[in-house]
């Protein structure tokens, strides 16, 4: 089986990746026979209010450092194609932000809920909001506003991990099933549908398939498929799993090997 590019991937130009490595990220690709590799490094605008208090930016992507080592690894893997990209946290709420970045040339570019909005001006990470707010109110937040973001009409192509608050689920909370979401989720992907963008299938923690289905239902045409690494290692990791998955429920390669698999 060809697998797909992989289209979510941090190198050491993300803040949160300090074992980020893009020419051995590149080289891993190549060793496993992924086509292409989009290297979408994060780019988080919302001050996170931290446990304790603090308030956090994330640190500025340095960009003149970021291009040249898409050049050299350009350079070092001909056969591999080397896509640029960023992560853009909640595009919905910088949107004259995004615009800017985007008109600076990107193949790729993610958007991504991470935020989840406390009070007024207060804002924490999606895994820190468990903390404050009961578990499956998390879900349901995190689902509508996954919902905003889709339905503005800001600058960015894939919808990535709407499965994003599942990853930090508290075991305090008991059992956590995605099918008891379901509704939920239908309703946000209804809204990626209505906003023409791709669905990306994150790889990094547990493979929730059932999103496939529940995005063909919703008349879901294109995914994407991410690893979201932050190290070489992880680089493809579940994707022929993802890629067989994606197969069971009608999808398969589309005419450019670094696009989106489409609805056959
Ligand atoms: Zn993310
Ligand atoms: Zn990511």
Redo the contacts with the bound molecule.
């Keep these: 089986m060809t697998l797909p590019a992989d289209g979510?991937v941090?190198s050491q130009f993300s803040w949160d990746a300090p074992g980020g490595d893009m020419v051995r990220s590149c080289a891993r690709a190549v060793e496993l026979g992924v086509p292409a590799v989009a290297f979408?490094e994060?780019v988080d605008l919302t001050p996170w209010t931290m446990p304790g208090g603090r308030v956090r930016l994330g640190p500025p992507l340095d960009l003149t450092g970021y291009r040249a080592a898409i050049d050299e690894c350009r350079d070092r893997f001909p056969t591999l194609r080397v896509l640029s990209g960023v992560?853009f946290s909640e595009p919905h709420w910088h949107a004259a932000e995004l615009r800017a970045l985007v008109a600076q040339g990107f193949d790729r570019v993610?958007g991504?809920v991470h935020s989840r909005r406390i009070g007024p001006d207060r804002y924490v990470e999606v895994g820190h909001a468990y903390g404050e707010v009961a578990a499956a109110e998390v879900v349901r937040g995190y689902l509508a506003e996954v919902v905003r973001l889709a339905d503005t009409g800001t600058d960015f192509e894939v919808v990535?991990?709407v499965d994003y608050p599942l990853r930090h689920w508290p075991d305090t909370a008991g059992r956590c099933d995605i099918g008891d979401f379901e509704e939920e989720f239908r309703v946000a992907l209804a809204a990626v549908r209505r906003s023409g963008r791709v669905l990306e299938l994150n790889t990094r923690r547990l493979l929730h398939t059932q999103l496939l289905g529940w995005w063909r239902e919703a008349g879901g045409r294109a995914i994407a498929f991410?690893s979201?690494a932050h190290d070489p290692d992880a680089v493809a990791r579940q994707f022929r799993l993802a890629a067989y998955a994606a197969e069971a429920h009608g999808f398969r390669p589309g005419p450019d090997p670094v696009g989106p698999w489409l609805r056959a």
């Design positions: 979510h941090h979408t994060h992560e993610l991504s990535t991990h991410g979201d």
